[in-house]
């Protein structure tokens, strides 16, 4: 079974919300994951550990960096306005 999720941000103008679509059996995790996706905030975390970095934290660069590590690639894709 496919589940159609839509979530919606609180309290943001303009409304921001994705419909996202997950099996019956996904884990929360992969659920977690999946809205990280989708509401773009890969690309934050990524973006934040790069600032981190450049003001010498390293212990909070590599932990953000550890977040990202299940996305292999993907997070060196940037949306249009970040490139």
């Not at 600032?51 to 909070?60: L, N, P, Y």
């Amino acid at each position: 079974m496919l589940y159609e999720l839509t979530v919606v941000m609180k309290d943001i103008e303009p409304p921001v919300w994705r419909t996202i679509e997950i099996p019956d059996s996904a884990s929360l995790h992969r659920l977690h994951q999946v809205l990280q996706v989708a509401m773009g905030w890969l690309i934050a975390t990524a973006l934040l550990s790069e600032v981190c970095a450049s003001f010498g934290d390293a212990r909070r660069a590599e932990n953000l960096y550890e977040l990202l590590a299940p996305y292999g690639s993907r997070n060196a894709i940037a949306p249009q306005a970040f490139a």
